[in-house]
């Protein structure tokens, strides 16, 4: 696994998000222009950027106390439930944006900054078993770029 190049992920990130959003409308931003299999909508790009800021605050929240406790229990979350909200529709990026560049320059100085034990300290979650800082550093360099493909498969289809 190439940690730098996934670190470089997380740095780049909240650039790669502005750049993508920068001049949209509100409509743009708040239109389901997809639609999931089921006929269900997909999330709009407001609901796409506001979810990267809640959940990577959320991992980072995770890699903390996987730091500081001995494999804390971690929770999870309800993201469906969670874009559904007012907050998470709403056209206005700048709080979101705001939480991303200062969270993600934050979670790079934390990443940069591990031992290599560290990597392997975990804690559990419903959802993934063996929650390690590595599995983590790979799932949300990942989970950026599955949401950078959704937005501009959002803003193809309009």
């Known amino acids: 696994m190439d940690r730098i190049g996934l670190i470089n992920k997380i740095r780049i990130l909240p650039d790669q998000i502005a750049e993508l959003v920068g001049g949209l ?8 222009y997809l639609l999931k299999p089921d006929g269900s909508p997909e999330w709009t790009v407001a609901q796409n950027v506001h979810h990267l800021a809640e959940t990577h605050m959320n991992c980072y929240i995770r890699c903390k106390l ?13 993201v469906d439930r ?47 078993p063996e929650c390690t800082l590595e599995f983590l550093l790979e799932a949300y360099a990942q989970h950026g770029e599955d949401h950078i493909d959704q937005i501009q498969r959002t803003l193809a289809a309009k």
């Open 66 to 78: 996987i730091m500081t406790e001995e494999t804390p229990q971690l929770w999870g979350n309800f």
């Open 25 to 32: 409308s509100d409509e743009d931003l708040t239109t389901h």
């Open 82 to 128: 969670w874009a559904e909200m007012p907050a998470a529709k709403s056209a206005d990026l700048t709080h979101s944006m705001m939480i991303l560049r200062g969270l993600h320059a934050q979670w790079v100085v934390f990443w940069e900054n591990l031992a290599e034990d560290d990597w392997s300290k975990m804690g559990i979650h419903p959802r993934a």
